[in-house]
């Protein structure tokens, strides 16, 4: 059974910092930078940021702010009446909690549906959900701004995401990546294997905008393989001096970043960050896992028990919701086919869409399906063959229907 899987490729910085930062789209459109066509002194010192105390920072000082990275906004708050947390580290207060964002599309907001339609979006290829906010002390406001930019992660009270008329509907879900926690990508500190940086095809005075967090000396993470088809990718072009690409991929492909919709691996990040991971070995035998069917993401793929390989085929994320999501794609599902409650009904994988054929209860080794209470995760027959399939089966205590959670 031959197997070649993709995991998350997204990086994120795992410092306090990510609670304070505005990020914008990155790409060398002028308008999608935080403020477009401005330039200023460029300045490297000590300032104090919240959680993090002093640091050593190199940033762009336009208009009175600090510009990090050129389309980042650092809030350089010494007081703040809360303590910013990252996200990628294990105090997760910069994460919207239970992976649901309230929001407000602000009334001068030209074009609100590049808002909304970024939403629905995001709502259709992960777990997280917005919700128009009510009496929510924490939320994003969208509203118009002379570039793309927002917060990266949550910062707690009011948090705007600014869209200039040149924002469409692929940077405002961009800029929703960054208010659910998500960096650049070209950022990660092992970018250096993955992509070259022309340094003399960039604008003079910008160079700092294409260092790596570990060159910036902040503590950062990397989730799984590079990506470069990310939506939260500089294009190959961004900040050029001379039309020439300042970013060239290694690998000798040729495009960069794009702002068409999350890739696996945008959606894979997002999960990562909202949902923990966790694979299943069978009660039959340790080292038997649950496993989808040749590790296909197509929907209805059926699910077995396979040798323990530590693929995707046999990753989950667990979300707030109950759903099992599966690594191969995220917007995937374990599911019961058309929520028959008959024993023996065959379980696969499907388009998430929030129904209880599609949520589950761990608890006491056994895997519980909303459909009814009596109806658990069972190995047919209680088979210990690799291939051996999984089922809706009644719960009956039995090692075929026990799983262990690591």
Known sequence: MSRHHRFARLSMSASALSALLLGGCGLSTENEQAFPGQAGEVVTARVALPGLGFQ????????????????????????????????????????????TVPYVIDASLPDSGRVTSAIGHWQSKTSLRFKPRTTEADYVRFVPGSGCSSYVGKVGGEQRVNL????????????????????????????????????????????????TYAQQGMDGMDLGPYDYGSIMHYDAYAFSSNGWPTIVRKDGGGSLGQRNGLSDGDTRGAESLYSPRARFSSGVAVDRCLDVYNGDSAQGTSMQIWNCNG?????????????????LAPNRCLDVSNSNTTPGT?????????????????????????LGSNLCLDVSNAGTAVGTVVQLWDCNGTVAQKWTRF
């Open 56 to 99: 050593t920072v190199t940033y762009e000082k336009i208009d009175g702010m600090a510009v990090l990275d050129g389309d980042i906004l650092l809030d350089l708050r010494e007081a703040p009446t809360r303590s910013g947390q990252s996200v990628g580290r294990t105090n997760t207060y910069s994460r919207w909690p239970e992976g």
């Open 164 to 211: 200039a008329n040149g924002c469409g509907v692929g940077a405002t879900i961009h800029e929703i990546g960054h208010a659910v926690g998500l960096w650049h990508e070209q950022s990660r500190a092992d970018r250096d294997n993955y992509i070259a940086i022309n340094w003399n095809n960039i604008q003079p005075g910008t160079e700092h905008n294409f260092q």
């Open 311 to 327: 693929t995707a085929a046999q990753e989950w994320f667990l979300t707030s919701r109950g759903e099992l999501r599966s690594a």
């Open 346 to 370: 065959r379980v696969q994988i499907w388009e998430c869409n929030g129904t209880a054929a599609q949520k589950w209860t761990i608890s006491g080794g056994e895997v519980r399906s909303a």
